[in-house]
């Protein structure tokens, strides 16, 4: 099992920069492919970026393609999600996830509690 802890959200404005860490404990966290997910207010969470479990493969809803990065640092049992030129539609609690089983949306197992994004126009 992974427990996973996020931090770094709060107040950007629209078209600064903000990174979210998701740090991880337990199990061998470079078994696990890793990734972000949103939600906003009133609307289903969405896959926002995955990463493979060696950093090698990266994934990304077209929504964030182009402005939003992820990786990881295995030694660091860390998992980072680099926001650029964010837009106020990304305002959301934002989670890190776990997988065991491969980088696709529906195939995580491990969830952190969230960290409150939100983006000023």
């Known amino acids: 099992q992974v427990q996973l802890v996020e931090s770094g959200g709060g107040l950007v404005q629209a078209g600064g920069s903000l990174r979210l860490s998701c740090a991880a404990s337990?199990?061998?966290?470079?078994?696990?492919?890793m990734g972000w997910f949103r939600q906003a207010p009133g609307k289903e969470r969405e896959f926002v970026a995955a990463?493979?479990?060696?950093?090698?493969?990266?994934y990304y809803a077209d929504s964030v393609k182009g402005r939003f990065t992820i990786s990881r640092d295995n030694a660091k049992n860390t998992v980072y999600l680099q926001m650029n030129s964010p837009k106020p539609e990304d305002t959301a609690v934002y989670y890190c996830?776990?997988?065991?089983?491969?980088?696709?949306?529906?195939?995580?197992?491990?969830w952190g509690q969230g960290t409150q994004v939100t983006v000023s126009s």
């Open positions: 996830a776990a997988s065991l089983n491969g980088m696709g949306p529906g195939r995580y197992d491990y």
């Open positions: 337990g199990r061998t966290f470079s078994s696990y492919a």
């Open positions: 990463i493979s479990w060696s950093g090698g493969s990266t």
